[in-house]
């Protein structure tokens, strides 16, 4: 009996980048998705925080999180656990972070900055930006943006003044672990990305930026092949999280990052539902 089975066609190129396309809108909508955060507020000193109940404070020098005092009446659950007094909030820095619940689709949680303050994300479900989110916009996927160049390791603690959107121009020194040199449009240019888990965050803008695509810039996430080569596909160049939500402090492009061509490859605008660009 002769086995006539086949194997199933890998997805072509184009398939595979239409069902990433598919999944990152839905991710953006998720409870914790981009679309969903509506507050970030840093807590130096008891206060309350726009939104939400409670009163919120830092918690002693070299623990984790905030602590937050509510009454039951308050309707706050921290770890499962209603509120109905002063309790610690760990941040997302410590190996169990505490989850918060505030209502059936407002949740919060914790976040460390690196000067060691903490600030409480408010994600609401049910956001303006959620139930107004119309898609968004990408150009068609093109083979012609999956470039390959080389990757050089830089010395250990190598680092690369990055400004945020909202740090009123000052910079942050963020470790750059190798050097990336790629040849686009006929010229050779060397790049900065840093490290974001087990892979490289290229933050970068183009000639396309505040025109067809969002202003700040995009994203690319990459990762150096084992031959010390790396590819970068632009097809796959996402809006950063401040393009969804203006409580998030997206980096901008360093000056060897900020392409003087168009590249026409990757996400370009969040639409709202009657096509308008939910943020420029």
């Known amino acids: 009996m002769t086995d006539t089975a086949t194997a199933p066609a890998q997805p072509t190129a184009a398939e595979r980048h239409a069902r ?29 925080i726009w939104g939400v109940p409670g009163t919120w404070a830092p918690r002693e020098a070299g623990e984790s999180g905030l602590q937050v005092t509510a009454t039951a009446a308050d309707g706050v659950v ?4 209603p509120v109905d007094g002063t309790v610690a909030v760990r941040g997302k820095d410590d190996p169990q972070p505490s989850s918060v619940v505030f209502d059936d689709h407002t949740t919060g949680t914790v976040i460390r900055g690196e000067d060691g303050q903490y600030a409480l994300r408010v994600w609401d479900a049910q956001s303006e930006a959620v139930q107004g989110f119309g898609g968004i916009s990408a150009f068609p996927h ?6 390959t160049g080389s990757f050089t390791p830089n010395p250990e603690g190598t680092t690369v003044g ?7 121009g ?3 020194e963020l470790p750059v672990p190798g050097d990336i040199a790629v040849e686009i449009a006929g010229q050779e240019h060397r790049i900065a990305a840093f490290k ?7 933050v970068f803008s ?8 969002y202003g700040v810039g995009r994203f690319l996430f990459v990762a150096p092949n084992r031959d010390g080569s790396i590819t970068l596909d632009f097809n796959y160049a996402v809006l950063p999280p401040c393009a969804f939500s203006y409580s998030f402090n997206c980096p901008m492009p360093p000056k060897q990052n900020r392409f003087p061509f168009r590249i026409e490859a990757g996400e370009k605008q969040v639409l709202g539902k009657d096509g308008s660009p939910l943020h420029e």
């Open 20 to 48: 990433f396309r598919t999944l990152r809108e839905q991710s953006v909508q998720t409870p914790s998705g981009f679309l969903a955060l509506v507050n970030t507020q840093w807590v130096g000193e008891p206060q309350e």
């Open 78 to 81: 921290v770890d499962g656990q």
């Open 142 to 147: 093109d083979p012609a943006w999956v470039v």
């Open 162 to 168: 990055f400004s945020h959107v909202k740090d009123d």
């Open 170 to 172: 000052a910079t942050r």
């Open 196 to 202: 974001d888990g087990n892979r490289l965050q290229l």
């Open 206 to 213: 183009d000639a396309t930026s505040g025109d067809d695509t």
